[in-house]
């Protein structure tokens, strides 16, 4: 109900790893939203819709996705990059030592 809400508000949201199909389509709330998810369930998005980038946001639909736990900094810095801006990732990104 919360992620319905989120939808109608117009205001983003975020999945990782299956949840992008688990969660977000099962309870139609990816619309034809741009997304990817984790390898293993890519097969059952529409090709249309799949990406197959380790992040992606889509900001038509206000939302990120991520294909799993090896992409999980880039997606949590995404999403200091949404709510907070590039000055703001930038300066949570500096200390990790990222490549």
Request: hydrophobic share 45%; net charge negative; charged share 20%.
């Amino acid at each position: 109900d919360l992620l319905k809400e989120q939808a109608a508000l117009g205001r983003w949201r975020a999945a990782i790893c299956a949840a992008p199909v688990v969660v977000l389509q099962h309870h139609s709330l990816l619309g034809d939203a741009i997304v990817t998810c984790h390898p293993g369930f890519q097969s059952r998005l529409p090709t249309s819709q799949l990406s197959h980038e380790r992040v992606v946001r889509d900001e038509a639909h206000r939302l990120i996705t991520s294909q799993g736990p090896g992409s999980a900094i880039e997606f949590a810095l995404e999403l200091v990059r949404v709510l907070r801006g590039d000055e703001v990732a930038a300066t949570v990104a500096g200390p990790m030592v990222l490549p």
